[in-house]
């Protein structure tokens, strides 16, 4: 789409104050990777969007996008948010409802030269597939349209961040399907860092390289999507969605008459349902801790497809929960499994010893696909 | 017919909405979007101009700006004449009379805006000024050009502000509502009815104008 000559365009935030919407977090965030900002509704998950933004200015707040300052309070640097290149898709879009839709992007295109601001908004409205409702105004389009428009727009001042603010909220399952595959493809194309915010978990699955869990203002635990998901001790997230191992694999062979593919993942082989996917093809696989069986011998004779074997490397037993979290090491990924208390002590299970995890080939989720290149 | 009285109600109607669409833009635009403390007074003086008969508005009007008074005095040695009785002092009069009628309709329409879109603008890279002139006006603009109707609808109609503070000049404060009752005080009820359907006519176009453009801006929103 566009280069800039920006060697580091790394996003980096830190905001802390008390009240009265309490903050504290910091973290950062890379040129093509998504940080999923998740957590309840009112954890002040749309407030950060907006101190980047510069939309909100909170006590203390230090943001730096590549060699720019866009905010330091302790050096009394605040950029105004006409000045930072951020693109913002606001929760319900927030066209301009007087401005058809290219009017809308064309608004955002004034670092443009007048004569190129149309050629770009039909080029953007194009790369949304919009360009047959150009001439809408935003209450002639539907949800998902104007959904489309909103990006449009945010790209259209060529932003050194994307900000989406529960981007799909407004629109129905089959829209948000769509619209999350048309992101994913997109921020590949961008290479600006893209923060996300959302309580519906299936976003940070589908969409997110990176999350950070947001509760009450404070950042309850941050890191890439494939670690943080295995993390055992993650006690909001395993109340609000249940715990649940996610990585990458690719389609490795198919079997139509088995209906089944295989994939090959960083730790093996898995057998998963079909779903008419082309050889090479990666897929985001996420694997539910209650869907996995622990066992200490290899089974035979079982209906089950994947045999997994693995190490334990690590064993969490929260009081707060009747169930246990076994992290079992199979290959560099780690799985999750949740057994009953009763089950570790039955098995001996123990941090080092060596299991096999059993998974039904319907009980692994595939999330995220992404043809081959 | 006094065509010189309709001339001057015109011109006293146009001179209002020159010096009040500004102010109202500026000052209801304020009273939408900023939070102060204090606010709840000064929108209540902003609407007494709405409640006061007319005649205690020329009354302060007078007392304020009067030869004896220092603002008055102060006035007349700036300008070399004083406010009271001149087509200038009714013209400052009639403003303050019609301040509720500019600023409240514009509030209301700034006040339509939602925030989001107004933070949208700021993140499309537009500057204030260009978020007003681009996005706040054009969306706001069914309320400011009812603002402007009926402000001058209003000022043709005022009568007890002339009298107070105008007196009754031809040429200079005589207006239309003032000369009606000037020729039917001289029994001259045809000069009288003449203008008084004037009046009428202008009236009922000026609201039929206002129906008609905001029917046509109404459908671009959403």
Redesign the interface.
Known sequence: MWVRDVPERRLSVTLHQPGPIPLDVEFACDAGDVLAIFGPSGGGKTTIL?SI???YRPAHAAVRSGADTWADTDAGTFA???RRA???V???Y?????LTAAGNVM??L??RPQHERRDRADALLNLVHLTERSGR???ELSGGERQRVALA??L??EPSVLLLDEPFAAVDRTVRRRLQDEIDQLRRTLDIPLILVTHDFEDVVRLATHVLLLERGTSVAAGALNTLMSRPDLSWLREAVGLGAVFDASVARRWPDRGLIELAFEGGMLLAADRDLAMGTTVRVRIPAREVILATREPEGVSLHNVLSGTVSAIHADPAFDHVIVQVAVGRVLLLAEVTRDAIGRLGLAAGMRVHALIKSVSIDLLAVQPPR | MDWTALRVSLWLGAGTIAILLPFGMWFGRLLAFRQFRGKLLVEALVTVPLVLPPTVLGFYFLVTFGARSPLGQAFQALVGESLPFTFEGLLFASAIANVPFVVQPIQRGFEAISADIRDAAACCGLTPWQRFLRIEVPLAWPSILTAAILTFAHTLGEFGVVLMVGGNLPGQTRTLSVAIYDRMQAFDDRSAGVMAATLLVIAVATLMATTALSRRVGPRRA
């Open positions: 907006r933004a510069g939309l105004p948010p006409h951020v693109g913002f606001f929760q319900e927030a066209l301009f409802p007087h608004t955002a004034g670092h105004r935003p209450h727009r945010a259209a001042r």
